[in-house]
T-cell receptor
Framework: DSGVTQTPKHLITATGQRVTLRCSPRSGDLSVYWYQQSLDQGLQFLIQYYNGEERAKGNILERFSAQQFPDLHSELNLSSLELGDSALYFC???????????FGEGSRLTVL | GENVEQHPSTLSVQEGDSAVIKCTYSDSASNYFPWYKQELGKGPQLIIDIRSNVGEKKDQRIAVTLNKTAKHFSLHITETQPEDSAVYFCAANNQAGTALIFGKGTTLSVSS
């Protein structure tokens, strides 16, 4: 158990819909990262937050947004969903700027 | 931005053999190179990491080597066991040092 909690574990929705994925980092970790894992693309970095502020952006689509709240939990919002958005979405947290990431078990999104 | 290439994509070995996975990175500013193991249905978990001021690091049956001049690093697993079967990812930190960029993964199968 990494200490990172993600909900929901599974989510099935239709094209055009909007979903929110939630992440609670390990106690004390200020950094939260979101990654997308699809079969052919491996782990794609989406976005990072540090203590409530956006720190870095990766390949995140404009239809996607995220935020980190004062209690340090984070949410990833995915809107106008397309079939290609079906993937595993991982949240990770870290206590330091450059070091080990602790991953949650992921949220599997299926868009039909 | 940073790009990490990983080879091979699949690797099958007999129990007791050695396994080697290789990665190259593009950004000469990268200074942190971790390896993650992902078992089925779980999030990636750090197994070993190396920083740019070190050429080699060992931890029991696993070792990582780094060649900064050539911008490549490798994971070596000796005396492989069936429980080593998993997907392995290499990563390097991005130019800003704020996120890890992952390779596309290697599926290792160890048969007994």
């Amino acid at each position: 158990d990494s200490g990172v909690t993600q909900t929901p574990k599974h989510l099935i929705t239709a094209t055009g819909q909007r979903v929110t994925l939630r992440c609670s980092p390990r106690s004390g970790d200020l950094s939260v990262y979101w990654y997308q894992q699809s079969l052919d693309q491996g782990l794609q970095f989406l976005i990072q937050y540090y203590n409530g502020e956006e720190r870095a952006k990766g390949n995140i689509l404009e239809r996607f947004s995220a935020q980190q709240f004062p209690d340090l939990h984070s949410e990833l919002n995915l809107s106008s969903l397309e079939l290609g958005d079906s993937a595993l979405y991982f949240c990770a947290s870290s206590p330091v700027a450059v070091g080990e990431l602790f991953f949650g078990e992921g949220s599997r999104l299926t868009v039909l | 931005g940073e790009n990490v290439e990983q080879h091979p994509s699949t690797l099958s070995v007999q129990e007791g053999d050695s396994a080697v996975i290789k990665c190259t990175y593009s950004d000469s500013a990268s200074n942190y190179f971790p390896w993650y193991k992902q078992e089925l249905g779980k999030g990636p978990q750090l197994i070993i990491d190396i920083r740019s001021n070190v050429g080699e690091k060992k931890d029991q049956r696993i070792a990582v080597t780094l060649n900064k001049t050539a911008k490549h690093f490798s994971l070596h697993i000796t005396e492989t066991q069936p429980e080593d079967s998993a997907v392995y990812f290499c990563a390097a930190n991005n130019q800003a040092g704020t996120a890890l960029i992952f390779g596309k993964g290697t599926t290792l199968s160890v048969s007994s």
